[in-house]
């Protein structure tokens, strides 16, 4: 006869049990949470503890808004459960996850290292990865130099193509022509007042450093993918390949790829607390510079190396047709001819040896091999790094396979789960925030699958 708890809606399994013990082991003051210890004085604010498990549970359940997470709050058992029947407004909501940015990432990466003090990183390979995210700013609302230059020179066309047909509308009648030329007019005003505006944003765009400007959100910028492309984010994962958990991730807005990979490789290991690594990335991150660096921190990567000579193009021998000889500083062409050694210059801060052969005029296989007068072959002075990774690569033939299934279904999972606006909020530092929370979701998602919801509170008490 009694009136039921709202504990009875709960089950013992369900996943918001783990939202609620995992926050509740958190030291929220030394994460540097604001607002942990109330003040003396004045009325209580709602507890970080409480603010954090709503967005914990929101992302897991695909409500990112600030106002969506307040209606659930009033009328969702399982929030109700969470909170203690607490229902902050939208605004109190958005602020937490505005103002504690950097502890809300903090907590995503105190889940990693309760993963690692677990044991789930034994294998110590990870593969890297990044992927274009939207941001709030529209396609229209970004300006680089190209951009507006054809934007300019649209709205020109127009104004030129309204006044032929104000010229045109002048020989109607006088009724018709009234009324088409006050139509006219308000469009060639209108299209003036555009050029205005655009003649602003040139001047603001020529201050820039990367001549890009966003409007609505300034840190967004406009990138290449496979389609259209896309003004957003890069965001740069390292996922186990174990367990397929994001062990770190790194929120960027270069379009590039090139220079992340020693980035994300120390960043995962740190997290992954492990000594000896093996990444794995695909053929966009191949930078001689990037592996050199990984190779000085005690990091093995493998990435496939981009082919841009023309002659495996056009049908002739490409660089590893010809084989090098440490011992005797030179390589062997496909026939049988040695390139000597030249001479050696520095190129974009890179020290390249340069090698030819004197017999390539007299050669039978010359039109194979190159159009010129020798076939010259160059060589970085650190080229025997790259040369121990391709035979890590051929030693491993399923790499970029383990690679693509590790790293890729990750970004589609929690693609799918953002919708099609992706980000929420605007700046580096707020994304970063957000996509910290939909990290998190993904891992303790993953966890519960591996262990499930009472073996991972127990673990997390632990």
């Known amino acids: 006869m009694l009136p039921e708890l709202l504990d ?33 004085t004045g009325r209580p604010a709602y507890h970080p503890a409480i603010l954090l498990k709503i967005y914990i549970y929101g992302y897991l359940n695909r409500i990112q808004s600030s106002r969506r997470l307040e209606r659930e709050a009033q009328r969702n058992v399982e929030l109700m459960w969470l909170t203690g029947r607490l229902m902050p407004d939208f605004k109190t909501i958005a602020n937490f996850r505005k103002d504690n940015g950097k502890a809300i990432c903090k907590v995503c990466r105190q889940f990693v290292v309760m993963c690692q003090q677990l044991g789930l990183f034994s ?13 709030v700013n529209n396609r229209d609302r970004n300006f680089t130099s190209a951009k507006l230059q054809r934007r300019m020179e649209e709205i020109e066309s127009s104004i030129n193509r309204y006044l032929v047909d104000l010229d045109t509308a002048d020989r109607q009648e006088p009724a018709v022509a009234k009324i088409k030329r006050e139509r006219l007019e308000d469009k060639i005003a209108a299209l003036k007042i555009q050029m205005q505006v655009l003649k602003e944003v040139e001047v603001v765009l020529n201050e820039t450093p990367d001549k890009q400007l966003s409007l609505t959100d300034p ?11 896309i003004v957003g984010y890069n965001v740069q994962t390292a996922v186990d390949a174990k367990h397929h958990l994001i062990v770190t991730h790194e929120v960027t807005n270069i ?10 490789a120390k960043q995962a290991r740190e997290a992954m607390g492990t000594q000896e690594l093996t990444a794995i990335a695909d053929r966009g991150y191949f930078n001689s510079e990037e592996i050199l660096a990984s190779h000085e921190a005690g990091i093995n990567v493998m990435v496939p190396k981009s082919v841009t000579s023309s002659a495996t193009a056009h049908g002739r021998f490409g660089k590893a047709d010809f084989i090098y ?34 017999n390539c005029q007299s050669c039978a296989m010359k039109d194979k091999c190159t159009p010129s007068e020798q076939r010259r072959v160059s060589r970085w002075e650190h080229e025997e790094i790259l040369d121990a990774m391709q035979t890590r690569l051929d030693q491993t033939p399923d790499a970029m396979r383990i690679r693509r299934q590790t790293v890729e279904h990750p970004y589609g999972t929690i693609k799918s789960w953002m919708g099609s606006e992706h980000f929420l909020t605007k700046t580096l530092d707020r994304v970063s925030t957000e996509m910290s929370l939909h990290v998190l979701a993904y891992n303790l998602k993953r966890m ?4 499930g919801t009472a073996a991972l509170m127990e673990a997390i008490v632990a």
């Open 255 to 264: 379009g590039s790829d090139r220079e992340q990979l020693t980035l994300m």
């Open 123 to 135: 294998d110590a390979l990870v593969a890297i990865d990044g992927s274009k995210f939207k941001a």
């Open 448 to 451: 519960m699958k591996i262990l």
């Open 219 to 229: 840190d967004a910028r406009s990138m290449k993918t496979r389609g259209n492309g």
């Open 8 to 40: 009875d809606y709960v089950s013992e399994t369900n996943p918001v049990r783990v939202v609620d013990v995992f926050v509740d082991e958190l030291d929220l003051s030394q994460l540097g949470f604001a607002g942990v210890n109330p003040a003396a």
């Open 325 to 358: 000889d440490a011992e005797l500083n030179e390589y062997r062409c496909p026939a049988g001819d040695h390139l000597k050694w030249r001479f050696a210059s520095t190129e974009h801060g890179m020290k390249i040896h340069r090698y030819w052969s004197s």
